[in-house]
């Protein structure tokens, strides 16, 4: 198996080839990619993810979009004043209830506007998605990955992913059931 400081070093190459930015060797599949890793590694992919940016944004001239999935969740439940209230209940009545309550604030359509929203109409070159492990349970990943499909047309997206993609399905954290999911490709092996 390839390390993976050796797959991180690959995704510069791959994000800016012809091929991922215009969605050639695609067919009428979605420009959605996949990157996974050990969920320990959560840090040092992070700091990659920065230096990423940053030598993309000096280099490139691409413009992409980052949106950090626990982030937006919290911006969400503050924006509709219920985070404050969401803290009490789950010291209440606990995370059961807590989940409950949260369903309909942060239901996968209303995500997937907010994020899109973060753009200002102007979608990004490609968007990377981030923090997808601490939105856990709070954001299912497949289920917003359904619904930012028709909203994103063209726009490369990357999944940055704490557990393991088969090409089949995903697994948060390596160890959760699996979730089938057949719209994406590995990034980089």
Excluded: C
Aim: charged share 20%.
């Amino acid at each position: 198996m390839t390390s993976l400081q050796t797959r991180l070093d690959r995704i510069r190459d791959r994000v800016t080839s012809d091929e991922f930015l215009h969605g050639r060797g695609l067919g009428n599949d979605v420009p959605f990619y996949a990157f996974d890793y050990p969920s320990e590694s959560e840090q040092h992919v992070n700091n990659h993810i920065e230096w990423l940016l940053d030598d993309l944004g000096r280099k490139t001239g691409l413009k992409v979009g980052v949106v950090n999935m626990f982030e937006l969740a919290v911006e969400q439940l503050k924006r509709r004043d219920l985070y404050t209230k969401a803290l009490a209940m789950e010291k209440a009545k606990g995370v059961a209830t807590l989940l409950g309550a949260l369903k309909g604030p942060l239901e996968p359509g209303k995500m997937a506007a907010a994020l899109l929203e973060k753009f200002g109409g102007m979608p990004p070159d490609m968007l990377f998605l981030t923090g997808v492990g601490p939105a856990y349970p709070l954001i299912r990943t497949h289920s917003l990955l359904n619904n930012l499909q028709p909203l994103l047309g063209a726009v490369p997206l990357v999944l940055f992913f704490p557990g393991r993609f088969s090409g089949q399905s995903l697994q948060l954290f390596g160890d959760m059931q699996e979730t089938p999911y057949y719209r994406a490709f590995r990034l980089v092996d």
